[in-house]
């Protein structure tokens, strides 16, 4: 991404909804086939690539997609010094968008593994009656409920605290755990950092 990052992003908060196209590099992954049918493949090779460039400002720092950024600009580059055709350059572009996707799956994969790890933690810590397959059906159940009740910067807002902990306290309930401050109050803090 190197020296044309500064406008790069400016380039995306001027011109993208950042959040509507993030949910559309899987699809342009997915319909790869017809875009490389498309009449016109510059102009759906920029396309894609703007979409590539706005899902890779969402992971500054790690360095798997920082390579998958210099591999877009250098993809980039050959295009534009003729060395790439159009059709080239569009095959290139939705090659660098397939490893974008594949590299964003695996490391959901990792962070949930993480998460159900660290969570699983707390519960040995704090319980040590509970069998094994008990907190792991706890944790799977924080998990998922705590996904389904966060939203984006809920940690910011009165109401996205309040979801998240009336999710942590029903699960817990579930298993007659909702009387154990001590282990709600480890739970939330790991939940409040890490989701």
């Known amino acids: 991404m190197g020296s044309a ?19 559309d590099l899987q699809t342009l992954v997915l319909d790869a ?19 590539i460039r706005a899902r890779l400002h969402n992971h500054e720092g790690d360095p798997r ?8 600009e250098r993809v980039r580059s050959e295009y ?3 060395i790439l055709t159009g059709l080239e350059y569009l095959r290139q572009v939705l090659a660098v968008a397939t490893d974008v996707v594949k590299t ?8 949930v593994d993480e998460g159900k790890r660290a969570l699983t933690q707390v519960f040995e810590e704090t319980r040590t009656d509970a069998t094994p397959e ?12 705590v996904n389904t009740a966060r939203f984006d910067g809920w940690q910011q807002t009165k109401q996205g605290e309040r979801n998240v902990q009336r999710a942590i306290r029903s699960t817990l ?11 709600f109050d480890r739970i939330y803090d790991y939940v409040r950092q890490h989701y």
């Open 80 to 82: 534009e010094q003729g």
């Open 5 to 23: 990052r500064p406008q790069t992003t400016q380039l995306i908060h001027d011109n993208v909804d950042v959040t509507h196209i993030n949910t």
């Open 134 to 145: 008990t907190i792991r059906q706890i944790v799977d159940d924080i998990d998922r409920i």
């Open 33 to 51: 086939d017809l875009m490389l049918r498309s009449e016109d493949p510059d102009t759906s090779a920029k396309e894609v690539e703007l979409t």
């Open 173 to 183: 309930l579930r298993y007659q755990l909702h009387k154990d401050q001590d282990l």
């Open 65 to 72: 997609f920082e390579a998958l950024g210099e591999r877009l």
């Open 104 to 111: 964003e799956q695996e490391t959901k994969v990792q962070l």
